[in-house]
């Protein structure tokens, strides 16, 4: 059992964490796996929604949330935010994006930043799964359609019955109870 | 200061050998000018949230032992409120104060090998490890020169007494290079008189920079990025420092994930803490009372 | 003449019967699965019904009001007269339990040695039903003997109440035609029928006692497939003179001659893990009866944290009970204290041991 | 000169050495260093030339805290104790920074008058339990030490 590492502070995140990273398997080693999410996290950043291999996807999903939030923990005036913010973000401008936009977007937030959704395989073809990854509140329209007005689904009908007849006789039986006890004082004044 | 907590009349001749030895210490032994790095330290920058100011998260590293180990493999939250309340049950029995690495501490433990007798042994704190009721700590001396290391676990019941000698801390988390260094930075004398810091001040760090012996050494110190030693590129050839060079992992500092697989999130400790810092506080202050009762009542036993 | 001999033939043909018609087939049949007779496949697929949030709530709520009628249920051996009950015997077999491994740590003993524990965490158990020796035929027996020749009952007990909605129909079925609501573990012991219990009996830490021994059933951990020196401790070959691509494997598999091939059993390459073991005489340490946790000795339970495990008594004959157990089972009390402890452990709010001259 | 070093260096990929740290077990030919005052002790000692393990007396061939072992010192075949050790020890354990032996002869006699090292409290019931009636004695090894850690 070892000791958890306590000169550093995070928040927790919102979003799963599987108990190892995934090995992503590169020829550099572990650097080489830093720079392939780089580039997948700073995408990320830039468009907001991007379509991409689950196990990267993924990976890259847990990196992007921790950049974010400890964005938000540190803000712009922290050097070692703004360090590690320079080195996952390639394109500099996003680094403004990150601590102008998406700060501001998410501080309040309750719930993870980001958002991941399986993306439909190709019929007929030996496919890799696909994700699609984006920000929440990006300015796309909504990839899930809404809920339609389904009152009138047969389940509903029946359930909506249903409830009607276990409140009815819930009250009855509360009715019940109220007035059994009422009774038996009464004897007894 | 020290005199007030003499429990024997005889000691006062210990207390006049300590005045004299203090003249005349060693490099290590010099405790240095409370440094305000820490304090720069915990200063909130703009931006941060109220919650990092959380005052109980500093428990941490006085008490880095009751975070669980941050493996989920291992996790479970009431085996880990049950392995605190054991924790805390044991900690209203002995005093187990706070201490850093580079602490210089006094432990009594009942000795099994010799009946009705006890073991002492003083040391500076090279390593603590372990979390929970494993939580382990290595005192190293070099007694009659002959370096000895003791590994003690911190909950074990035959523990008597642990005595805090000289509070400080050292710059590095580990400080095993002690056992290729002289061995005069490691040398402590048995009978050491503790050292008693005045009330509220920060733990004071020890700057000082050990000399390590000549190579061969017992690990590779000049790829580990010591601040604690002072003459490391002495010992050093060129193939040494290519080697160096290539092994470095500037990388792993970004590595956000890898931070995170090893630190238990803000949110976790925070509910760890408001459990336990009720009780180990009240402990604090009843231990900080008992100390002064035993300084006021100590010398009229001697009297009488 | 010709043609004469031709229909005689022709009608002797057709009065030839087939009969006793034998079909070659491999003799190695390898066993089939059977599941137990009380068996229901549990898992279903979840899919989206559509159903409004007011209906949903409706769900909920009446799942809510159901299972506060389960807690708030009396323990039907409460209505039992304490007179009423059999005694134990030495042959009697009792009813087991369910546990959950919730991790490892160390106690002291009264002498000052560590020794390490593994805690297992009762959680919600209930009995669910009781099938007699007579209407009783285990899966397992490939000489299956005729029905009431066993000598123990089934019993079957479930933990951890969940969601009916998240299970099957058959599989809810189980409970509620006993008036439960549907366990995620299901697991039956065979028990004595003088050691049975009504349905929705709730099980606690206390029905094993402290210094008792147990036998622990469980999954060992799923490692996967794995080459001979995981899982078999094959030494493998040397690192280096001359060795090429041969470091981690086995060797030879088989010799020449008339045992040309490979022997059955052959230790090889394969899958590691995932397999039912039993731990048999595990000693108690320990119990808390307010999170039904025990402290078992040792860290040889099979399965990781988190991991299911049977604990009944122990069948080594060494091991096994001496004294009456709570017997059939300990009855729900309230005014239990809250930790047992073995005399050999060391309280930590004990003060510290020393070591006295003898 | 570094950086074209540098550059040779990376295009080699890095062999994957272990670099787990050593055992520091006590084996054959393990050099020691002999603690107590006896004569041959000090000289082999003086003279750089400390004694080396010709065999340990345990099932394991590697030796642990209070086995026996026998030296090659000066030319001679000595008996001596194992009183102190590099390796990792168990909790409460001391681990030294050498290698330490007290030289006995057959009957458990130590050679010297006096151990100048702390000897680690174990060995007391150690070497209890080694004692036979009738065997050697080796708690007269316990007599000589000067302190106990």
Same mark, same amino acid.
């Given at each position: !059992?070892?000791? =958890? %590492?306590?000169?550093? $502070?995070?928040?927790? +995140?919102?979003? @799963? ?64 935010? !703004?360090?590690? =913010? %320079?080195?996952?973000? $390639?394109?500099?401008? +996003?680094?403004? @994006? ?92 | ?304 | ?358 | ?149």
């Amino acid at each position: !059992m070892n000791q =958890a %590492d306590i000169t550093k $502070l995070v928040s927790k +995140l919102r979003i @799963k964490v599987p108990p190892t990273h995934r090995r992503l398997r590169n020829p550099l080693g572990p650097e080489g796996r830093l720079n392939k999410l780089r580039k997948t996290v700073t995408g990320l950043i830039k468009y907001e929604r991007i379509e991409l291999n689950y196990n990267r996807a993924d990976e890259a999903r847990q990196y992007a949330e921790r950049l974010i939030s400890e964005a938000i923990s540190h803000g712009d005036c922290h050097k070692p935010t !703004m360090e590690i =913010a %320079d080195f996952w973000l $390639l394109e500099k401008e +996003l680094v403004h @994006k990150l601590f102008k936009v998406l700060v501001p977007r998410f501080e309040n937030s309750s719930s993870a930043f980001t958002k991941m959704y399986k993306a439909p395989k190709p019929a007929y073809a030996r496919a890799i799964e696909k994700t699609i990854l984006e920000l929440k509140g990006n300015p796309y329209p909504s990839l899930t359609t809404r809920q339609p007005n389904n009152k009138l689904l047969l389940q509903n009908v029946l359930l909506d019955a249903a409830k009607y007849d276990y409140r009815q006789t819930k009250y009855a039986e509360i009715a019940e109870k109220m007035s059994t006890p009422e009774e038996t004082k009464n004897p007894d004044s | 200061m020290s005199l007030v907590m003499r429990k024997s009349p005889i000691e006062y001749f210990n207390a006049a050998k300590w005045i004299i030895r203090r003249e005349c210490r060693y490099l290590s032994n010099l405790p240095e000018v409370a440094e305000n790095s820490e304090v720069v330290e915990d200063k909130p920058p703009k931006g941060r949230k109220p919650r990092f100011l959380n005052p109980t998260l500093q428990y941490r590293h006085v008490y880095p032992e009751f975070l669980p180990d941050p493996n989920p493999k291992f996790r479970n939250s009431l085996r880990e409120k049950l392995e605190r309340a054991d924790m805390l049950k044991r900690r209203s029995q002995v005093d187990i104060p706070e201490f850093y690495v580079g602490t210089i501490l006094a432990v009594t433990i009942a000795d099994p090998h010799a009946q009705g007798k006890t073991n002492k042994f003083v040391g500076i704190c090279i390593e603590r490890k372990g979390c929970g009721l494993r939580a382990e700590f290595t005192l190293r001396n070099v007694i009659d020169h002959q370096g000895i290391e003791v590994r003690y676990e911190l909950y074990d019941p035959t523990i008597q007494n642990i005595q805090v000698l000289r509070l400080e801390k050292r710059l590095d988390d580990k400080l095993f290079y002690l056992r290729d260094a002289l061995p005069e930075y490691c040398t402590f004398p048995i009978d050491m008189d503790p050292e008693i810091l005045p009330e509220g001040s920060p733990v004071p760090v020890n700057t000082v920079q050990v000399k390590l012996k000549p190579r061969p050494w017992l690990e590779r110190w000049e790829r580990q990025e010591l601040k604690g030693v002072s003459n490391i590129e002495e010992h050093l050839k060129e193939k040494d420092r290519v080697r160096r060079e290539l092994r470095k992992t500037p990388w792993e500092k970004f590595d956000l994930m890898k931070d995170y697989r090893k630190t238990i999130p803000i949110e976790d400790q925070t509910e760890i803490w408001g459990e336990v810092y009720n009780q180990l506080q009240q402990m604090r202050v009843s231990r900080k009372k008992m100390s002064k009762q035993r300084t006021f009542t100590a010398p009229k036993t001697q009297l009488g | 003449m010709a043609s004469s001999n031709l229909k005689l033939l022709c009608t002797l043909l057709s009065r030839i019967r087939v009969e006793n018609v034998t079909i070659k087939r491999n003799l190695y049949q390898p066993p089939k699965y059977r599941p137990p007779h009380w068996y229901m496949p549990k898992e279903r697929v979840l899919t989206d019904d559509m159903v409004t949030q007011d209906n949903r709530d409706f769900i909920d709520e009446v799942r809510q009001d159901k299972l506060n009628l389960q807690t708030a249920m009396e323990s039907p051996l409460s209505k039992i007269e304490p007179q009423e009950t059999v005694q134990w015997n030495p042959t009697t077999r009792r009813v087991g339990l369910i546990a959950r491994k919730i991790g490892n740590y160390p106690l002291w003993t009264k002498s000052g040695k560590k020794v390490q524990t593994t805690l297992l965490q009762v959680v919600d158990n209930h009995v669910i039903k009781y099938i007699p020796p007579e209407e009783y035929t285990p899966a397992k027996d490939y000489k299956p003997k005729k029905v009431g020749k066993y000598r123990l009952g089934c019993m079957l007990v479930g933990s951890e109440t969940i969601d009916p909605t998240t299970v099957t129909k058959d599989y809810c079925g189980i409970f509620s035609s006993v008036g439960m609501l549907p366990k995620r573990h299901l697991c039956r012991f065979h028990v004595s029928p003088n050691a049975q219990l009504p349905t929705g009996t709730p099980l606690f830490a206390t029905h094993f006692r402290v210094g008792d021994y147990l036998d622990i059933r469980a999954k060992t951990i799923d490692r996967g497939f794995q080459g001979v020196m995981k899982r078999w401790g094959f030494k493998g070959m040397p690192a280096s003179h001359g060795v090429t691509k041969t470091h981690r494997r086995p060797g030879n598999i088989g010799a020449g001659g008339e045992k040309a091939r490979v022997w059955p059993g052959t230790k090889m390459p394969g899958h590691m893990g995932n397999r039912w073991r039993i731990l048999r005489g595990v000693k108690i340490l320990r119990i808390n009866t307010k999170h039904n946790v025990l402290w078992t000795l040792g860290v040889g339970i099979p399965g990781e944290t988190g991991a299911m495990c049977y604990l009944f008594d122990t069948v080594l004959p060494l091991k096994k009970l001496q004294t009456p157990p709570p017997f059939p089972t300990h009855p729900p009390a309230e005014d239990l204290p809250l930790e047992y402890y073995d005399e050999s452990i060391h309280l930590f709010e004990q003060p510290s041991i020393t070591f006295e001259e003898t | 000169m570094l950086r074209n070093l540098l550059n040779r260096f990376k295009s080699v990929p890095s062999c994957g050495f272990h670099t787990s740290p050593c055992l520091n077990e006590v084996q054959l030919l393990t050099r020691l260093r002999v603690v107590d005052n006896s004569e041959i002790g000090k000289r082999a000692m003086a003279e750089g030339k400390p004694p080396k393990i010709i065999c340990v007396y345990n099932k394991k061939r590697i030796g642990y805290i209070g086995d026996r072992v026998m030296v090659a010192i000066k030319g001679q075949k000595k008996k001596g104790i194992l009183v102190g050790l590099k390796q990792t020890q168990n909790v409460k354990v001391p681990k030294f920074d050498s290698n330490n032996v007290v030289l006995i002869d057959d009957n458990g006699t130590p050679l010297g008058t006096r151990i100048h090292v702390p000897i680690p409290t174990i060995l007391r019931t150690i070497l209890k339990e080694k004692t036979h009636a009738k065997g050697a004695d080796y708690t007269k090894l316990l007599s000589i030490a000067t302190r106990f850690v």
